[in-house]
């Protein structure tokens, strides 16, 4: 492999929201791995130095910066402090997000409002603070990491669903008419993947089935930058969900369990199928 094939973000700036741990983290690393210049953000002053000193060990320039996006003038501050630092910002993985796991009846206007700020408006906000100068210089790349619950609701996560649906939405119609600026847009949805959001409320998830590490959706998100794709589900076989869930006519109240259940009894097979071949 060339270098410019292992490492083609050299001389580049990305920024990534939530990155003190979980995906932002993974994502940070790998984009540090492959020759960006990284600015973490995050709310968390600890956990995001020590994310960063891993991006440092490949990009000795990638700093932290320590914002929380849910505030208009933090997420403001933390692209213009990036462009000071650096010039540009060529990459934003806007990937920040929480989630509140409550029925419907018993979430408060509070709770989605709170949601919404950090999931959606903290992407709404860094993109459109980073987006004039990525438009000047005609070049640039923002993906957004939505989720597989933007299209197929969760039991007990209505607001987080809804925030995740409204960002990719947004996406695509950023997409929609940004095609010929030079910006690429993305959004990438991730299945169960195994963060600490899984154990950051007091109740559990009904989601029984298996959790995907960190580093499928950094690599996607990677994919994604390299050849400028506007949408992409990690793992593969949950982008079958979206599709099928509005033919069932009915909430999916079971989750996600039974189809992915399917999937690797499919996978399986597959595997007997070519053993005897």
């Known amino acids: 492999m060339s270098d410019a094939t ?26 540090a791995k492959r020759g960006a210049q990284v600015v973490g953000v995050a709310r968390r002053a600890g956990h995001l130095a020590d ?8 990009t000795p320039a990638s700093t932290a910066s320590v914002h929380d996006v849910s505030s208009r003038g933090d997420a403001e501050a933390a692209v213009a402090s990036a462009i000071e630092r650096f010039g540009h910002v060529d990459i934003v993985v806007n990937n920040a997000g929480i989630s ?14 709170r949601v919404i700020a950090v999931n959606f408006l903290g992407a709404v906000y860094v993109t459109m603070a980073a987006l004039p100068s990525m438009l000047e210089r005609r070049s640039g790349s923002i993906v957004n ?25 947004w996406s695509h119609g950023l997409a929609v008419d940004l095609h010929d600026s030079g910006v690429h ?30 580093k499928v959706v950094a690599e996607g998100v990677v ?11 990690v793992p593969r076989l949950y982008g079958a969900v979206g599709a099928v869930y509005p033919l069932m006519g ?25 053993r005897s071949g």
């Open 6 to 31: 292992e490492k083609p973000f050299i001389g580049q700036v990305a920024l990534v929201t939530g990155a003190s741990s979980g995906i932002g983290a993974a994502t940070a690393i790998e984009l």
């Open 51 to 58: 994310v960063m000193a891993a991006c440092q060990r490949h």
């Open 100 to 113: 509140i796991r409550k029925s419907a009846a018993d979430t408060t206007v509070e709770d989605v409002e």
């Open 145 to 169: 990491i939505s989720s597989v619950v933007g299209s197929i609701p969760n039991p007990m996560e209505s607001a987080y669903s809804a925030s995740k649906a409204a960002l990719a939405m």
């Open 185 to 214: 847009i993305g959004v990438l949805a991730p299945g169960p993947i195994d963060t600490e959001i899984w154990e950051k409320d007091e109740t559990p998830s009904v989601y029984e089935g298996k959790l995907y590490p960190p």
């Open 223 to 233: 994919s994604m930058i390299r050849h400028r794709r506007v949408q992409m589900t």
């Open 250 to 274: 009915r909430p999916l109240r079971w989750g996600l369990r039974k189809f992915e259940e399917r999937g690797e009894r499919k996978r399986d097979t597959s595997s007997e199928d070519v």
